[in-house]
């Protein structure tokens, strides 16, 4: 490097040799996350679309369950299955219920089986204890029947009312009242007949 002669003010200075010195560059120097930290920055985008995942997937299996349950079932299929009259007082009916759902249950509350004259001269309530109906089970429901009007024969109306409540798994219960007509039934002292499966009653969800 060649000597130079520098001047402060105005004097002329003595010959040196200038040297510059630059300050050196700031280099942030960060440690290195130890691998399970550098995972763990990874995690949240993954989180979030696995929380995403299983939303739809729960919405879609909801919505599942409410369309096969609400918009699919149907009512119980109901049949006289039998009559058996001890006299004409005392007799027994025998009903056929099946739950023709795949995907939804059926429990039966507040069971009623009315039987009342063709005229409706006179009318008899029959109490039934709860029913449990599983998907696509059949059950027989034995119902009672005194106090009817001593003669040698009687046409009855047989009708059944009850609150039942369709649920399919992980869905909300829901409750609808049930009415069955079973239309006119002539029954006779001493009778013990299998009325079979082509008398099916009529049955209404609302």
Not at 78 to 102: H, V, Y
Not at 107 to 128: A, G, L, N
Not at 150 to 169: F, G, N, W
Request: with cysteine; hydrophobic share 40%.
């Amino acid at each position: 490097m060649e000597n130079q002669t520098r001047v402060a003010i105005g004097i002329p200075a003595p010959n040196y040799l200038i040297t510059t010195h630059q300050p050196p560059l700031f280099i942030a120097n960060y440690p290195t996350p130890p691998p399970a930290q550098q995972q763990s920055l990874s995690c949240p985008p993954l989180f979030i679309i696995t929380s995403v995942l299983i939303i739809i997937l729960f919405i879609s299996l909801a919505f599942t369950g409410f369309y096969f349950t609400y918009q699919q079932s149907n009512p119980p299929i109901i049949r006289i299955e039998s009559i058996a009259a001890f006299n004409i007082t005392n007799w027994l009916i025998t009903l056929s219920l099946k739950n023709p759902n795949k995907y939804a249950s059926i429990h039966y509350e507040k069971i009623q089986v009315s039987v009342s004259e063709f005229d409706d001269k006179w009318r008899v309530i029959c109490p039934v204890d709860e029913l449990d109906q599983v998907e696509n089970g059949e059950n027989l429901m034995d119902v009672d029947v005194f106090g009817l009007v001593d003669s040698k024969m009687v046409e009855v109306v047989l009708k059944m009312d009850a609150v039942v409540c369709l649920q399919a798994k992980y869905m909300q219960k829901h409750w609808q009242m049930l009415e069955v007509d079973c239309g006119v039934v002539v029954v006779q002292p001493r009778m013990n007949t299998t009325v079979g499966r082509s008398n099916r009653c009529n049955v209404r969800l609302r």
